[in-house]
């Protein structure tokens, strides 16, 4: 495995690739001294080798019993730009997969055609910012590949060139950390859900298994503050993938299930959170519709008194009367005493008019640009989420809780931003102003949210405005976005610490994406990895015709304790599945119902043309797919 990049994302990927797969992974970076003799901050990184290693010990995901030489090791190669000639020394032409991470979208698309040019079998997984783009350059990378291999097989083809987004990666993490606390998610189908750790049910309760259990943990204490990934639950490992009977008689354990992400809190009624149109009683208002009716009365009335007074035809005295509101119909001179009398009082209800016309006219216009513009949180707002930055991030984020049908209310302080227009279309509540300034949080009723989501790319921003929410609302739910890992790391641990009691999470966008970018080079059947204190459990999507251990065999036959566990079944017929169902689903599938069936029955024989979900270790996985960690041939 090959990874290029100049942040932070390329030693994170690095790290997953080569603690939770064990792959030998080759890293492309930047030197460390930015060429002019001095060390730049932020691309001079710290050595791979000290960072990985720190990496073990704080991700705690080594497999219980592992011997330190059975982990690949991982080279470095320090170069300007990844060019034909580094990724040739780096080993691009026989190399399994290769990601392209470069904060600059031009530097990765060099780079991916330098790549498909020295390896037409290489996987490439690229980072790219430009979606329209992306899909495009995916096309004519697959293309490049079906003519240098004519027999490629579309499968092979299909995962080939893999165009992602770490905005679009991170999203779904950071929407269920704002809604479940947690960043144990995985995506399928359209469906997020996550892994949850429960306590040790108390004398005669029955613990709720969830879609299933997938863990017992190894001790009965849990941390109260919820600390993911914590080594410090017991001497002893989890038991993974555990069966129905070892669940049963596990009396005193916690366990781990999987659940789907729920927003609980009260939803928002639909027409305040995305009303289209402006309704016809704010375009006229109470008492601009009896100044209508009160003119439109008196002419109805003079119209009467005009037929009756000259006896002509009733449409005739309505049409005079008409032209004389407007001040258009010609003098009565010559006429009797009360047609001209008439004519007068006619005008002068006409007068009366002409303001009203003026006045319901800018009502209008004001009503219409009231509801143009971005809608301000309705009154009596409460359980919902504040969305602190509207940037790259932001609008990805609003766009997963609003799929979630989870009301939320934007803090933005550019109004030109980005996701400004996102929330616009979406009628959510949008704050403009700076979040640093005393009412801005008010303004987004902070003090009767669930949770606060601060995604800007300023920490200092997103800390001051946790600090804040915090002495306004102690329990609130934090999760902050936090570039610099030590700086997470500290925040987490003060917040946590003033506040035991209320869940507190710092994230980092180049962790979130860190597992996505993996699953990619690993083969698109990687849908996400879950830490279980010192070990991992991989999702993974299988077609049943190649895996010798399913064919013709039930649900329940299939299972093997700590190696793998079906867990949901495709549903859809074989030409219409989704090719990735780790992606968003497309706005026009959002409305159908989702492919996968969960708790499938045990007596359920799986068949060829079956494609299922499985939870797997490491080593039961890499059995699955008949490769081991770290082999690239099979990898392919």
């Known amino acids: 495995m090959i990874v290029c990049g100049d942040d932070v994302l390329a030693v994170r990927l690095g790290a997953e690739l080569h603690e939770v797969y064990r792959e030998r992974v080759t890293l492309v970076v930047p030197p460390a001294d930015a060429g002019d003799g001095t060390r730049d901050g932020r691309r001079g990184l710290v050595r791979i080798s000290a960072f990985l290693g720190r990496m073990t010990a704080a991700m705690g995901r080594s497999d219980a019993g592992a011997a330190s030489g059975d982990t690949p090791a991982v080279r470095e190669i320090e170069a300007a730009e990844p060019t034909e000639d580094v990724l040739r020394q780096a080993g691009a032409a026989e190399a399994a997969a290769m990601a392209l991470v470069h904060e600059d979208d031009e530097t990765n698309i060099r780079a991916a055609l330098a790549a498909r040019r020295l390896n037409p079998r290489l996987r490439l997984v690229i980072r790219l910012y430009n979606r329209k ?37 991170a999203a779904p993490a950071l929407a269920a950390t704002a809604v479940a606390g947690t960043r144990k998610v995985v995506a399928a189908d359209g469906l997020l859900l996550r892994a949850a750790e429960r306590p040790p049910p108390a004398p005669g309760e029955i613990a709720d298994p969830g879609l299933c259990t997938l863990a017992l943990l190894s001790a009965t204490a849990q941390d109260p503050a919820g600390d993911e990934g914590s080594d410090r639950s017991g001497a002893g490992a989890p038991l993974l993938l555990p069966d129905d009977a070892e669940v049963a008689a596990a009396t005193g354990r916690g366990t781990v299930v999987l659940e789907t992400v729920a927003h609980a809190g009260p939803a928002l009624p639909p027409r305040r959170l995305a009303r289209r149109g402006a309704p016809l009683a704010d375009i006229f208002p109470g008492r601009l519709r009896w100044a209508l009716a009160g003119v439109g009365a008196a002419g109805c009335v003079l119209a009467v008194a005009l037929w009756w007074a000259t006896g002509g035809h009733p449409l005739n005295a309505a049409y005079l009367t008409l032209l004389d509101l407007f001040s258009i119909g010609d003098p009565a001179v010559g006429e009797p005493v009360a047609r001209q009398t008439l004519q007068l009082v006619a005008g002068l209800v006409g007068l009366a008019l002409l303001p009203i016309l003026v006045a319901g006219a800018l009502q209008a216009l004001g009503t219409f640009r009231s509801h143009t513009a971005l809608p301000r949180p309705p009154r009596g ?36 931003a980005r996701g400004i227009a996102t929330a616009r279309r979406l009628g959510v509540p949008v704050v403009l102003g700076d979040v640093t300034q005393e009412g801005v949080l008010e303004a987004a009723k902070i003090h009767r949210a669930q949770a606060l989501l601060a995604v800007t790319s300023a920490d200092a ?23 610099d890992d030590d700086f997470a790391t500290a925040v987490y641990r003060t917040l946590r610490a003033a506040h035991p009691g209320a869940l507190t999470r710092s994230r980092s966008v180049s962790t979130l994406a860190a597992p996505a970018f993996a699953g990619a080079m690993m083969g698109r059947q990687i849908l996400g990895a879950v830490p279980v204190e010192r070990r991992v459990l991989l999702f993974a999507a299988v077609e049943v015709s190649a895996l010798p251990q399913f064919e013709g065999r039930t649900v329940a036959e299939a299972y093997r304790r700590d190696a793998w566990r079906v867990v949901a079944l495709d549903t859809a017929e074989p030409e219409d599945r989704r090719t990735d169902l780790a992606a968003p689903r497309p706005a026009e599938e959002r409305s159908r119902p989702a492919g996968l069936l969960w708790n499938v029955h045990p007596g359920y024989v799986l068949r060829p043309r079956d494609r299922v979900v499985v939870a797997a270790t490491r080593q039961g996985l890499a059995e699955l797919l008949g490769r081991r960690p770290g082999d690239a041939q099979g990898a392919r």
């Open 461 to 483: 921003t997103n800390l001051e405005a946790a600090l804040y929410a915090r002495s306004v609302q102690p329990d609130l739910r934090v999760s902050l976005r936090i570039y």
């Open 381 to 416: 707002l409460s359980g919902h989420v504040v969305l602190l930055g509207l940037g790259k991030i932001g609008t990805r984020v609003l766009a997963q809780l609003r799929e979630l049908d989870i009301p939320v209310v934007c803090v933005e302080e550019d109004p030109e």
């Open 133 to 169: 783009l992306g899909l495009r350059l995916a096309d004519l990378l697959d293309q490049a590949a079906a003519v240098a291999l004519p027999g490629l097989d579309p499968a092979g083809l299909d995962a080939s060139t893999i165009v992602l987004s770490d905005a679009d990666t």
